[in-house]
């Protein structure tokens, strides 16, 4: 049985202002019209004796998840919500401890959620011949065959050929200069490290207690405490803030004597900045690419993006603009690499941009902030069909609800009211409610509010579909 393991925890700071933290670049559709989550799955399809995903993120995006898998038919066989990260060689450990209670102990394909690859079928037939080296018991990596001298990937060199394929793994590499990269992409030895894997998962737990058994303890600690909380898994959050923060590299995969490297060529990107993205999606004949609702004149080399507004370009050469509804961004390509700086330059300043959207997601839908004043805040609010937000108080904000299109089943305190378009109601602070969708449609409204205190922290549930407190 192969298992694919899906680790959706990272924030892609990279990729700002598009993605972050509150909604982070796996859950964009970047390539195509799929998310690069659901597209990683996807491209799974085919693969014999495939089972159902284990997913591994954390609590802010377990609705993301659940609801970009049941987009595309697919149900997962556990998510794992991890109180904290911990990077990927705790998660792993979690998610092998998940796989073998299910009475087997399957080949882990280990993937992050955020990749890129070009040739799916390529990736398929290197899976395959993986799976017979990771049957007879190696941590099997995937080391992409460099097509230029990279400085923004680790390398791992070759060793010795082995009998079903692929090389044992002579060391791995940081990411190197220029002139090194260079020697390395020459001499035919190096590839880089994809952060892919397929294991067995007994085994990598046995490498990870001889190598790491601090880490080994806390994470199986954690995962015996586990609570099931609707359809997602929640680890111990004082047991799993004891585990130290390490990569598979460095935990088990520079130690063991068991890891294996097995080349891929199948057209595969991290999609780790702005530039990667660029390379990655078809260009015109000038090596523009424009998406949304953008247009290059006598350009060359650009990457516009529009979310909304029109972006144009003229006489540009190796620019990236991306525009949100909320923020700008205009770089040299060559500098899409230090985005991340800029996301750490507005957490020091407390900018709400560095971690969420204007637009936020919601298990029950989504808001959109639309403007906000002294002692007042305009949001549109989308319900999905069916689904309600939790009943709720607020001690110091009074709202204003008015129906754009769509049916509301609105609770106050002891009243139920059914509001149809144009229709509205008032929410007095204090005043015990609920807002709900019974239509088929999805509901959209328009919401004021005024008060002293605005923020999302002046709620009190009382009851909630979603496990929320």
Known sequence: MLVPVILSGGSGSRLWPLSRESYPKQFHALLSDYSLLQETLLRLEGLPGLASPLLICNEQHRFLVAEHLRAIGQTAAAIVLEPEGRNTAPAVAIAALQAQS?????????????????????????????????????????????????????????????????????????????????????????????????????????????????????????????????????????????????????????????????PLQAGWTDVGSWSSLWQALEQDGAGNVTVGDSLALDCRNVYLRSEGRLVVGVGLEDVVAVETDDALLIAHRDRTQTVKQVVEALQREARRESRAHRKIYRPWGRYDSLDLGDRFQVKRITVNPGASLSLQMHHHRAEHWIVV?????????????????????????????????????????????SGSYLEEDDIVRFEDHYGRS
């Open 405 to 449: 299109k769509g049916t509301a089943l609105v609770t106050r305190d002891n009243e139920e009211v059914l509001l149809t378009e144009n229709q509205s109601t008032y929410i007095p602070v204090g005043c015990k409610h609920r807002l709900s969708n019974p239509g088929r449609v999805p509901l959209e409204m328009i919401e004021v509010q």
């Open 102 to 262: 299910q009475g087997e102990d399957p080949l882990l394909l280990v993937l992050p959620s955020d990749h890129s690859i070009a040739d799916p079928a390529a990736f398929r037939a290197t899976v395959q011949t993986a799976i017979a080296l990771a049957t007879a018991g190696h941590l099997v990596t995937f080391g992409i065959v460099p097509e230029a001298p990279e400085t923004g990937y680790g390398y791992i060199k070759a060793g010795s050929d082995l009998d079903l394929g692929g090389f044992a793994i002579d060391r791995f590499i940081e990411k190197p200069n220029l002139a090194t990269a260079e020697n390395y992409v020459a001499s035919g030895c190096y590839y880089w490290n994809s952060g892919m894997f397929l294991i067995r998962a007994s085994v990598y737990l046995s490498e990870l207690a001889r190598y790491a058994p601090e880490m080994f303890t806390a994470c199986e600690a954690a995962w015996q405490k586990r609570q099931a909380d609707l359809d997602f898994v929640r680890l111990d959050p004082a047991t799993f803030a004891q585990c130290p923060s390490d990569s598979i590299d460095y935990a088990v995969m520079e130690h063991t004597q068991q890891g294996a490297v097995l």
